[in-house]
């Protein structure tokens, strides 16, 4: 168990809709990271917080947003949904904002778009 | 900008032999290294890292990773493979200069066979 969890596990959705993903960091973990698992595109990062401010943005549609609140949980809005959208999505914590940092990974979150 | 090289998509493997997994990085001054296993439905996990210091980096569950700087590369190695090391496995890479992105491998899977 690595500290991180995330909520839902399985969300099924249709096309058009808007879903928000959630998710804590370990304890005493200030930057929380999002990527996207698929098939085809393998891992890919979306964006990091740290602290509450947005620090890096990765291949994030328009479509996608995040923040992160002064609790620290951190949450991925996704809007307009599409097909391609069906993936894994990970979020992750480490303790500084820089990449140098081992990440500690939740179980994911899989969205089914239909 | 940085990047990994997994060559092989799939290492098989029978139980009790050695396992190797490749890896070849790219980056701009010295890296940070990263080992990362994905077990089926779940997150990834930290294996070892490689910052500085001795070539030889050992980690968790019996993995160890050779940084070899002439060859660029940092192969994750288990002297006796396991059943329960079948896994998809992912190498990453970061700059250790500048606010630089981890960039991930696209990840090998390996299958130990009984």
């Known amino acids: 168990d690595s500290g991180v969890t995330q909520t839902p596990k399985h969300l099924i959705t249709a096309t058009g809709q808007r879903v928000t993903l959630r998710c804590s960091p370990r304890s005493g973990d200030l930057s929380v990271y999002w990527y996207q698992q698929s098939l085809d595109q393998g891992l890919q990062f979306l964006i990091q917080?740290?602290?509450?401010?947005?620090?890096a943005k990765g291949n994030i549609l328009e479509r996608f947003s995040a923040q992160q609140f002064p609790d620290l949980h951190s949450e991925l809005n996704l809007s307009s949904l599409e097909l391609g959208d069906s993936a894994l999505y990970f979020c992750?914590?480490?303790?500084?904002?820089?990449?140098?940092?081992?990440?500690?990974f939740g179980p994911g979150t899989r969205l089914t778009v239909l | 900008a940085q990047s990994v090289a997994q060559p092989e998509d799939q290492v098989n493997v029978a139980e009790g032999n050695p396992l190797t997994v490749k890896c070849t990085y790219s980056v701009s001054g010295n890296p940070y290294l990263f080992w990362y296993v994905q077990y089926p439905n779940r997150g990834l996990q930290f294996l070892l890292k490689y910052i500085t210091g001795d070539n030889l980096v050992k980690g968790s569950y019996g993995f160890e990773a050779e940084f070899n700087k002439s060859q660029t590369s940092f192969h994750l190695k288990k002297p006796s493979a396991l059943v329960s090391d079948s896994a998809l496995y992912f190498c990453?890479?970061?700059?250790?200069?500048?606010?630089?992105?981890?960039?991930f491998g696209k990840g090998n899977q390996v299958v130990v066979i009984p």
């Open positions: 992750a914590s480490s303790f500084r904002d820089r990449d140098t940092n081992e990440q500690f």
């Open positions: 917080y740290y602290n509450g401010e947005e620090r």
């Open positions: 990453a890479v970061v700059s250790y200069y500048g606010n630089n992105r981890l960039a």
